[in-house]
């Protein structure tokens, strides 16, 4: 198979991991347009949390302090808690696209938890960018429109949950990074998210909402940063070409 072949086929399977991704995630727009309405908002309020905020975490959070009745200082506080971490993300990204002017604008309104991880599981390049863009673009579609259709069911729903769109979402983002627990580096992998984890459940019943999950990603980041890089060691298709390059040395 010639290096151009072995390129489309990678791009191939990050568009179909994409697709898998936005399909499980955009459903569960379903509960938040429905379990919004129930909190209170109108229609409209309700499409602009998931047309401009477009965060799902975020966004539970604000509908779960407004239903509490709590204020709207609260609940922008709390969403926006959790919606740092997105802007966490955008060192990642941003070297992987290379977008400039408006795209660059669109970009970071699609830099979720999903399109980061689809497009960070792939070797800079071609499949890394179609990972992000068919991603982001994916859910943003399917979870506006699920939002649309939860919100306008409303009550007729019942409880969105009981259908199991909440685990279904967390099912494919698990297989997607399930492959980085195995991998060449799944022990340091694993004991980052266990410690991550660990975090988040000591700190969640002291601290506000969000606060955890910037804990975790802390753990993360400073793993990330000072974890020795295996630069040296050549990656799968290096591999696969190198005999192919000796030979024609």
Request: charged share 15%; net charge neutral.
């Amino acid at each position: 198979m010639s290096r151009q072949d072995a390129q489309h086929d990678e791009v191939r399977a990050a568009v179909r991991q994409a697709v898998s991704v936005a399909v499980a995630t955009g459903l569960y727009g379903v509960s938040f347009g429905a379990l919004s309405v129930v909190a209170g908002l109108s229609l409209g309020q309700t499409m602009a949390l998931s047309l401009l905020m477009f965060s799902g975490g975020s966004q539970f959070a604000f509908i779960g302090v407004v239903g509490a009745g709590g204020t709207a200082t609260a609940a922008v506080a709390t969403a926006g808690l959790l919606g740092v971490r997105n802007g966490l993300y955008g060192p990642q990204v941003a070297p992987l696209l290379g977008v400039h002017g408006p795209r660059r604008l669109l970009a970071a309104q699609l830099t979720i938890d999903e399109s980061t991880a689809v497009g960070t599981a792939h070797r800079p390049g071609p499949a890394a960018r179609a990972g992000f863009w068919w991603t982001g673009v994916g859910v943003f579609v399917l979870w506006n429109l699920c939002t649309l259709g939860g919100a306008l069911l409303g009550d007729a729903l019942g409880d969105p949950r009981r259908y199991g769109l909440d685990a279904a979402a967390a099912a494919a983002f698990l297989a997607l990074v399930w492959p980085r627990f195995s991998g060449p580096h799944g022990r340091l992998a694993r004991l980052v998210g266990a410690a991550a984890v660990l975090a988040a459940l000591a700190t969640t019943p002291f601290l506000p909402a969000g606060v955890p999950v910037l804990l975790a990603a802390a753990i993360a980041i400073v793993v990330g940063m000072t974890a020795p890089a295996d630069r040296d060691a050549p990656d799968d298709d290096e591999r696969a070409h190198a005999p192919e390059e000796e030979g024609r040395a």
